[in-house]
């Protein structure tokens, strides 16, 4: 065997050795991952959104920025409606969440695509939470939920949260904190 051939098997074998151990790396961060995200969302109501959620009354801020006053019900009813058989995003941010503002252009390309409605938690009076998006640039279908009515309805405890809800109105998928937009692409999709 000569030291050309030698020399490529050694850094083959020292190549496939480190391998794995980036593979037990990447590993234990998606575990880690995974039962962080499933600690945060323990509470989370899984399954047909609670009557009392969806019973609630808030102004709602359509995307022209024109406020009304409307139930999470009827304005879940009418999204679904203009998009019949679509899985729906419901993202629940806060104007304080500095982690809300990095992700909204990740939110708001997801909207372009796909029905999302958007609700601000504890984000002050809807004349401040029209100010707020009109200033981002943010066409976003949202709930004004000044006291978390909501989010803590449906057992999200933290900013932001993003879950889907089906046609069948089941709540499936959720996630909090930092996303990408192709996991939450892929929740959108996967929840049927």
Known sequence: MNTFSKGLRQRVWAWALDWKSHLITVTMLVAVVWAVQTWQTRHVAGGPLPDAVLATALTVIRPDGSPH??????????????HPGRNVGLYVWA???PICKTIQGTVDGIAQDHPVLTVAMQSGPPE?????????GLAWHTLVDPRAQVSGGLGFGAVPTFAVITPQGQLRWPTVGLSSGWGLRLRLWLAR
């Open 95 to 97: 104007e304080w969440c």
């Open 128 to 136: 401040a939470v029209g100010r707020y998006l009109r200033g981002r």
């Open 69 to 82: 006053q409307s139930t999470v019900g009827a304005e879940l009813a009418a999204l679904q409606a203009r």
